[in-house]
């Protein structure tokens, strides 16, 4: 699969500024796995960057539950994929080396995450906007 890897610019920030500060979040965590560490801390980054990305997945399809967007489901479906994708990372994370976990949530947060932010959180902005400005607080 071609997928960029990027890591956190402003051009990821929609004005919403609970979501946006969940989604760097994510991000900040993630940089935390570059360089040495030791196994036990790489495995509690890992649970931590899980719970954090779990979250922010719900916390996101509440609002927009709230708000009645149509995308809904199918927004659901791409957090699901992303849910199976950590819990993966998880299960396998003891046989691997830390340079190979490193590498994967590169890959999940610095691909999959940044490539979700800005295709698919994205298109649900206008609905946001124009639907609630609770969602703004
Ligand atoms: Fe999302
Ligand atoms: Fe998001």
């Known amino acids: 699969m071609d997928m960029q890897l ?3 610019s402003d051009k ?3 004005g919403l500024p609970r979501i946006d500060s969940q989604h760097k979040q994510l991000f900040d965590l993630a ?3 570059a360089g040495n560490g030791d196994q036990i801390r790489v495995m509690k980054s890992l649970v931590m960057l899980s719970n954090y990305a779990k979250v922010h997945l ?3 399809e509440e609002m927009l539950a709230s708000l009645k967007y149509p ?3 199918a927004h659901k479906r791409l957090h699901a994929e992303f ?3 950590l819990i993966k990372l998880l299960d396998n994370a003891r046989q691997l080396s830390l340079d190979e976990i490193a590498k994967e949530v590169q890959y999940l947060i610095y691909g999959w ?3 979700h932010i800005m295709q698919a959180d994205v298109e649900y902005v206008p609905w946001v906007r ?3 400005l609770k969602a703004l607080g």
């Open 58 to 60: 719900r916390d996101e």
């Open 71 to 73: 995308e809904l489901e």
């Open 12 to 14: 990821l920030e929609f």
């Open 31 to 33: 940089a935390t796995f």
């Open 6 to 8: 990027a890591e956190w």
């Open 130 to 132: 124009t639907h609630s």
């Open 113 to 115: 995450f940044y490539n």
């Open 83 to 85: 849910k199976d994708m």
